[in-house]
């Protein structure tokens, strides 16, 4: 069984490897943006992000099931920032297990959401979530919706 513990530096490369590989899995599809998703999205680029004393890499924890890392959560404050699971592990309880410790230990409750990621909105709405009404454009043409635990979602 995984455990939850913070990031480190040397975490970096896996944790943008499963970031790069999610988003061109669940995200391309939608915006079909060769440029970013094949270029300017990379794993040296993103695995910097996370380098030694950057904030990326203090608000991230990853899912370390004995010495492998499967899945990372990042969290500000209450609000969860990015939660990914490698693509071929996902299903397996590797997401609920870190969305239980940001909110149970935590205290995280809000989150934004892909308007067309159907299936991960499902995914928060098994864990409580609920969508609160609010969206926003990211970069002024990604669609986001919020979502927030049920007792927060009022």
Not at 40 to 69: F, H, M, Q, R, S
Request: charged share 25%; hydrophobic share 45%.
């Amino acid at each position: 069984m995984g455990k939850i513990r913070p990031a480190s530096a040397r975490d970096a490369f896996r944790i943008a490897e499963i970031y790069v590989a999610n988003y061109r899995l669940n995200f391309y599809p939608f915006f079909r943006n060769d440029a970013y998703y094949f270029d300017e999205l990379n794993v040296p680029d993103t695995a910097a992000e996370y380098a030694e004393g950057t904030a990326a890499l203090a608000e991230t924890y990853v899912y370390d099931d004995g010495g492998i890392v499967k899945g990372f959560i990042r969290m500000q404050g209450e609000e969860i920032v990015k939660l990914y699971v490698e693509p071929v592990l996902q299903s397996g309880g590797i997401g609920a297990e870190l969305l239980r410790f940001a909110v149970g230990e935590k205290g995280c409750t809000w989150l934004w959401a892909l308007e067309y990621n159907k299936r991960g909105i499902a995914f928060y709405e098994r864990h409580g979530f609920r969508l609160t009404g609010e969206n926003m454009l990211e970069d002024g043409w990604v669609p986001l919706v919020k979502m927030a635990l049920a007792q927060c979602a009022m």
